[in-house]
């Protein structure tokens, strides 16, 4: 079955990799998945990630991270803007995520970034999804 939206797919399997407790997940491989993947490892969501080839196709397995308690880190994952449904924002009203603890991810003219280096950078763009 064809998928409409890949990345809600990807936000979708990795939400219920975390709560079920899983120790890794993976993924259909995309220029643009992997810049969101590559995101939430540097804001400390997940543990790693790799690019790898399953059954000759690309696939990126991602490492799921859990605090001390076994509770996952990320609480939630969300899709702002779908194929149906833009989303833009200018850098001067780049949404704040769970009051700066969240992270949102935005396609701008520089690449896939956070919200808060797109407001530093002083670009806006179409908002991917957000992540807590």
């Excluded at 407790?21 to 543990?47: P, R, T």
């Excluded at 003219?109 to 179409?126: F, H, N």
């Amino acid at each position: 079955m064809a998928v409409s939206d890949p990345i809600a797919d990807m936000l979708t399997k990795i939400r219920n990799a975390s709560q079920a407790k899983h120790e890794k997940v993976d993924i259909s491989a995309s220029k643009m998945k992997l810049q969101i993947v590559k995101i939430m490892k540097n804001e400390g969501y997940i543990k790693n990630f790799k690019k790898i080839n399953k059954d000759n196709l690309p696939v990126i397995r991602v490492y799921l991270k859990y605090d001390e308690s076994q509770a996952p880190v990320i609480h939630g994952l969300k899709r702002i803007s779908t194929p149906g449904r833009r989303v833009y924002s200018g850098y001067k009203d780049m949404p704040r995520v769970y009051n700066g603890y969240g992270v949102v991810v935005v396609s701008s003219s520089s690449g896939v970034i956070t919200g808060r280096k797109a407001a530093e950078s002083k670009v806006g763009g179409e908002l991917i999804c957000s992540i807590w």
